[in-house]
């Protein structure tokens, strides 16, 4: 059987199909309880201790941002020896951790089990899922890239309401036992088995005057210094964005319950954007889907921002937010081997992604902290839609040669020709539209 045009028998017991389907169902389930189940747990775990609420979220912040900084050498770690030893272990080790932070005595346990959480975090979400499907798939890798961004964006669809239907019969406590053995018992196994593969040698790096392949040097360089500041400023405005939109809305009249139904569409909208990036990627450049990306954030931004009403058309200008956030996801995801090539893949996007999470981190606490001084929510997200205008300004820069490329990099190989690109960039569409349609 086939994948996206990749055969689906390989070592260690696991065709590639099986690779697939099991980081989908563990993606969607360690992203549904160590990052959506805390939203909804929130409230009760205050009102149980007496934590204040920014006492909570800023322990589960620090989980964030230990993920962006311990990103770093687990990068390093997956380009050596792959996914397989480091996701297993990260599952036990965030399994462990939701039972510290479920048995937490007091808020110094409770921040010390974020911080075991944002340990495995690293280990166990998006980058390390990225990494072993960019290596596996090789010049196929964006359908299967979109395929597990399209599941996993419904892990609050699907967590959500689990944890609040747990929440009616036991204390949060239990609530954070149950999900910690629904964590071991599903993201153990499939992690240990399944990705028992071998991991492939590095495909050679992408070699021209502009772009030199020592990772040190593309560290240094100006391109990727600027990717990392874009990059930084665009998930601060996002995660700042679609935390606050319940507030937003509020204010301008919507009340509760309409404004977290625009959260949740807005989540919806996420999922659209993944299904059209890979039409969006073959009829675009790099610098161009970057920028465009990063631009459409700030639009979608700032239309929230200075639009007063009606509802239903802030709430469609939520799912539009939405959608440009579910496709920058995937850009983020191909950033590094757009540029440079899949050799380092690892080390280089867990430099790329540690001050974006650590900007995504305190987005949360920033956005609400600034919203006082500003004068409100809407002078607020106004802010926030500068920040990524900027990203989107900055990342004109951020393509290797300062120029568009003449031979796009896919994957693990230089493709040569148009009819090569269309060739591949096709297999990618068509496999992902056959998947969608089972």
Known sequence: MIVGGVGSKGGGGAGLRAVLVALCVTEITSWGILYYAFPVLAPAITEDTGWSTSAATAAFSVALAVSGIVGIPVGRMLDRRGPHLLMTVGSVVASLAVLVVAW?????????????????????LYQPAFAALTRWYGPRHLAALTTVTLVAGLAS????????????WLSWRGVYVVLAVVLAVVTVPLHAIVLRRPWPAAPPS????????????????????VLVVAMTLGSFGMYA?????????????????VAAWALGLGGAGQVVGRIGYAAFARRTSVRTRTVGVLAATAATTALLAFVPGPIWLLVALSILAG?????????????????????????????????AMAASAIAPWAGAALAGP???????????????????????????GGRRPSRPFVGA???TDVQDVQDVQGADESGLSARLEK
């Open 157 to 168: 669809t699907v967590f959500a309401p689990i944890t609040v239907a747990l929440s009616h």
């Open 104 to 124: 937490a005595p007091n808020l110094v346990w409770f921040t010390a089990g974020w911080v075991l959480a944002g340990v495995a975090m690293s280990s166990i």
């Open 374 to 400: 500003l004068g409100g929510y809407p002078h607020m997200f106004a802010l926030l839609a500068a920040a990524c205008g900027t990203a989107a300004v900055l990342a004109v820069a951020s393509v290797p």
């Open 323 to 355: 959608t440009a956030r579910g496709v920058a996801t995937l850009l983020n995801a191909t950033a590094i081997t757009e540029r440079w090539g899949a050799s380092s893949y690892g080390t280089l996007s867990g430099i790329l992604s540690a001050p």
């Open 241 to 257: 964005g679609v935390v606050n939109i319940v507030p937003l809305l509020d204010e301008r009249g919507s009340g509760t319950t």
């Open 413 to 415: 190989r230089e493709v």
């Open 206 to 225: 992408k070699r021209s005057a502009e772009a030199p392949d020592d990772v040190r040097s593309i560290v240094r360089s100006r391109p990727f210094v």
